[in-house]
């Protein structure tokens, strides 16, 4: 089965908001083994949303569509479905007693517009939304299936899992199974240059490399008639990919680098505690959002200021006057500053000019220090980076991150 | 004219990245004024990128591409674009040398594939690309004009600056101009209702909201024959939409809400430090990626343990034995307690259930108090949101700020 994803709002169009409802629908239904080969955004415009459903019905089977279910008038997209299918629209009356709840519980006002929300194309499969006020409806029709879903991600996704899902699993026949590899501290090229006599040719399984900031990630993909068909293609592939590419790895499938530092760190039961300058709470905050990482993660300051840094992780005057705040010096002083005043086991520090300002000839924009504490010993690494602020102290976060995973990893399992 | 934008990349079809060139590109293409009706996605397929190409300038003069560019042998677009032209693909010399230069100063090295990176289809006028391997180009043809930009965001967002915006200037007639106000603190549909009777039936200058985490947006854009008269259309709907929502509007344009912040604290000379726990990081953060934020961001705390609070701040033992760390009263003492020990005009503190475990019956995931001192005054703030640890922890983060920035308005301009 072939199926296509819609996004429906003049907002996509303008650029106002980015479309993460394409990547969601899009890994869903890879996922289920369904196949996307085209996503469309199209506007809050009933002749131009129609003719998008034209295009997309003669090329597949179903199609999803997201937005234009709101409470608006700028909201038509279960108006131009029922056109479409020649359809009248018909008040599903347990959808709007539903509405009204919602906004009773919300101690909000519920408004005209909300009504809308409660009409529905005749011999519509209705699907609530138990997230918002915006149903949405399953049309079939001459083996064409249409799901309108509403625009808000956490509304569509919840929907997509509680109600499209288990609709959508009388559709699949054979399954496409991937396996994700996720790759820290080696370029996109180099890496496909390491492997390219394995990606070359591939048709199954097929590899996909792709960058996104700080990270590379691979994607092997099967299409077989069972899971373990599937899996049995792969294994061979992943295992040689493993070979050499195995210090770059850093994990599998839904996964972060902060998840997998956190877990290790738990698993090695490591205490650690941070001491952030130009990346500032970054290193923290990643690591914080793995939930349970409280029995490891002790303690984070952001010393921003020479004086923060001087009383808080005892950073030497001398060394700040004569190597200056973005120094080797400063970041090993500040790792074990931190480690000793916490008491904890790892102190990791970064400290760098991610500019705009700041910058001398000898110290550009981009160069930064991390210093890291384990157990007595001290390690170091100087990053050259380029880009916006914002790059340079995300990326300066992932080294970080990747720098302590790694050296956990050689240090303390011996 | 008419554009439409096509990007090209399996990665993009099955989930693995979000598109945000699609989002950029149509930002840039509204600012020039040039309309966009449609975005596609297609996969690194020639038959399917040849239709979609086809279904494109069907309906559109201009179509930028992004992705396939690069050096495998998945990327095709421009064989795909000569192909559609009927023009071969030529070396240039120039290109060449360029990408060779490139991977000399990067240290790394150049593979057989980037070669194909010079080819472009016959009479192009290439499109240089000063931040990687992947040149672009225009084609022009019977009236229609394909640009092709490579996939990776750095790469396509500089040569769109330098490269497309002066080409495409001699396009423009009649200009789009939009004013963006950021709104946050009040919900999307409640905002609509304060303002339904402005909106409706407005055409020049439209109104379109939206909601992202934590924030709404409110775009207005008018379309004129030039920048003050479009300025002029936009003025009084502006000037009616702050009369009733102005508590709400933190600002306007590309700005955000840290940004809004620390130049508050900056022209008030109002020195802060923060103590996060369910945060961890993300306020200091936050501020910190406003460059010059230094003159009053003076330190911040990641307390997560009982320990460290009581440590660092001064959080009584026996406030969090009798209300919990998870209280107005421990949010209190830790926003005094931070300000006393970095001495600082403010001190604003966060403490919270992120989820999804440590909830109890009194204290639900997503319960948060936000304590904030300002020169001997305490405020409080009790927040009850919902969702995934991650959307906790982000929409926190933006309403401490929020209610920092009101607090500052309110407290210190008299």
Not at 184 to 194: A, F, K, L, Q, V
Request: hydrophobic share 35%; charged share 25%.
């Amino acid at each position: 089965m072939k199926a296509e994803i819609l996004c429906v709002g003049t907002e996509l169009l303008l650029g106002d908001i980015v479309n993460t409802n394409a990547q969601f629908l899009a890994k869903e239904l890879a996922d289920l083994g369904i196949f996307v080969y085209y996503q469309s955004v199209v506007g809050d415009n009933s002749d131009k949303l129609k003719k998008s459903l034209e295009i997309a019905f003669s090329r597949a089977d179903l199609v999803i569509t997201t937005g234009g279910l709101g409470p608006t008038k700028d909201d038509l997209t279960k108006e131009v479905a029922a056109n479409y299918f020649n359809k009248e629209l018909i008040l599903d009356e347990k959808s709007l007693n539903k509405i009204k709840e919602y906004f009773e519980c919300q101690k909000r006002k519920m408004v005209e517009g909300n009504k809308k929300q409660a009409y529905f194309p005749k011999g519509s499969i209705i699907l609530p939304n138990d997230w918002g006020t915006a149903p949405g409806c399953i049309i079939e029709e001459n083996k064409k299936t249409l799901i309108l879903l509403p625009g808000p991600p956490r509304e569509m996704t919840n929907m997509f899992k509680y109600y499209v899902i288990p609709y959508l699993n009388k559709y699949q026949d054979g399954v496409l199974i991937s396996k994700v590899l996720r790759i820290c501290g080696i370029g996109e090229s180099h890496m496909e240059d390491i492997i390219s006599d394995i990606i070359k040719n591939q048709i199954n399984p097929t590899i996909a490399p792709y960058a996104k900031q700080g990270e590379v990630t691979l994607r092997i993909t099967a299409r077989a008639n069972s899971k373990e068909e599937a899996e049995n293609i792969i294994a061979p592939i992943k295992n040689e990919i493993y070979s050499r590419l195995s210090e770059y790895i850093y994990g599998e499938g839904d996964t972060s680098l902060e998840e997998e530092v956190a877990k290790l760190l738990i698993n090695k039961k490591l205490t650690i505690a941070t001491a952030e300058s130009c990346t500032g709470g970054l290193i923290a905050s990643k690591l914080i959002n793995y939930p349970g990482v409280s029995s490891v993660f002790m303690e984070g300051m952001v010393t921003y200021s020479n004086e923060s840094k001087m009383k808080r992780l005892n950073v030497k005057k001398e060394t700040l006057q004569k190597y200056g705040a973005v120094s080797e010096e400063t970041a090993i002083e500040m790792a074990m500053g931190i480690a000793k005043e916490v008491g904890t086991n790892i102190g990791l520090s970064v400290t760098g000019i991610a500019g705009p300002g700041g910058a001398s000839e000898e110290k550009p924009v981009g160069l930064v220090f991390i210093g890291l504490y384990i157990n007595g010993k001290i390690k170091t690494k100087k990053l050259n980076l380029k880009g916006s602020r914002d790059r340079i102290r995300n990326i300066t976060a992932i080294r970080a991150l990747d720098f302590l995973r790694k050296e956990i990893l050689e240090n303390t399992i011996h």
